[in-house]
Every structure is written in C-alpha cells, then in structure tokens.
C-alpha cells in the first residue's frame, strides 16, 4: 500500500519561500507522476501541478511563476517550492500520487502551511 | 484556467439518489473523457471515487456512478446512507495538460 507523508515548516513569512517535501513509502516514485494540491481553509481543492518520475512537470498557470516542483528519486522524495508567499497561500497542502497524469489515486494527509509575519 | 462549476450544496434523505453536475468547457469536460471525483470528510484527506468519467477504483461502492453529457459530468449516488455526506469534487484533465477541480459540493443526508 503505498504510503505519502508531507513535511516541512507550518509557518512561513510573507514573501518567503514555502518549501514542502512529500516521502513515498510502500512503492517505488519511478514510473508515476506525483502531484502537488492545496486547499486554503474552509475552501476548495486547487491542483498546483505534477512532475513525471522522469523530471517532466506541468504546472497551474496561475502559479507557474513562482512555482517549482522536483523529485529525488533516489530517496523517493519529491518537494514543492513556492516563492513569493502571500496570506493567500495560507491552505492545507497534500502531496500525491496521480495515475497517469489524469486523476489521484492516493494521498498524503496533509499539512498545513499559514502565512504570517 | 476557470474552475469547474458545481452547485454549492445538494441533499437527500436516506435510501434516495442524488446527482451533483460540474460544468466545464469545450477545453476540459467537453473535450476529454477524464473526469474525476473525490469524496472528502471532514479533517479527511479527499478519496478517488469515480476516475475517467465512470470507472470505480477498487473497494468503492457500486451506489457511486459516473457519466458526462456535452460539458456537464455528473455523479449519481443511489440508496444514500449516512456515511455519504461529505463534500464532492469534480477534476478534469484540460488541454493544455493540466488539473481542473471543481468548487465542490457539500451533501447532506437529511
């Protein structure tokens, strides 16, 4: 059963970095994208992007230019870099697992990330 | 990219059905043939329940069925139960290889 587990600070300035790190256990990240959603408090789910076992990514427009998303393979990790943070970034982000691309199909169960000074 | 658009909340009783409807456009429900959805509790991380507009992944019950008209997906849940009520949200994959959701939609078993 494969297994995501997000990491990283809850709480981060505005105008910093927000990094998070997703770890996979049960199962190998080789051959599978791996995706990056939030969901701010009391809201939606907002698909932030994946990135392919092999490095390729795709990202939200909206968040395209101050976002990062790479992986490790070897540790079978994979992180999230967010620039530029604002309160509006304030949400619980999850890490997962997307088969093929297209829909997830397992989930990590979350963590929340405020943005305040 | 817009967000899909599903109604803010729907209702049934027990043993009823309900449909929730996420709209989309010709760039992404109208176009391709995979629409997700998720169930999530609350405090809960969201769980696949329909993948590729009606496929059921293992272990989902067969009262939760998918289906797509045009630009509209629907989900269909019959002999409602208590357990169900949650918030449901609709994804698509659009054309320029992307992840839509929708704005979700809030059941309440009565």
């Known amino acids: 059963q494969v297994q995501l587990q997000e990491s990283g600070p809850g709480l981060v300035k505005p105008s910093e970095t927000l990094s998070l790190t997703c770890t996979v256990s049960g199962g190998s990240i080789s051959g599978y994208y791996w995706s990056w959603i939030r969901q701010p408090p009391g809201k939606g789910l907002e698909w932030i992007g994946y990135i392919y076992y092999s490095g390729t990514t795709n990202y939200n427009p909206s968040l395209k230019s101050r976002v990062i998303i790479s992986i490790d393979t070897s540790k079978n990790q994979f992180s999230l870099s967010l620039t530029s943070v604002t309160a509006a970034d304030t949400a619980m982000y999850y890490c997962?697992?997307?088969?093929?691309?297209?829909?997830?199909?397992?989930w990590g169960q979350g963590t929340l990330v405020t943005v305040s000074s | 990219q817009s967000a899909l658009t599903q109604p803010a909340s729907v209702s049934g009783s027990p043993g009823q059905s309900i449909t929730i409807s996420c709209t989309g456009t010709n760039s992404d429900v109208g176009d391709y043939n995979f629409v997700s959805w998720y169930q999530q509790h609350p405090g809960k991380a969201p769980k696949l329940m329909i993948y590729?507009?009606?496929n059921r992944p293992s272990g989902v019950s067969n009262r939760f069925s998918g289906s797509k008209s045009g630009n509209t997906a629907s989900l269909t849940i019959s002999g409602l139960q208590a357990e169900d009520e949650a918030d449901y949200y609709c994804?698509?994959?659009?054309?320029?290889?992307?992840?839509?959701f929708g704005g979700g939609t809030k059941l309440t078993v009565l």
């Open positions: 590729e507009v009606y």
């Open positions: 994804c698509s994959y659009t054309g320029s290889r992307t992840q839509v």
């Open positions: 997962a697992r997307d088969s093929r691309g297209l829909h997830v199909d397992y």
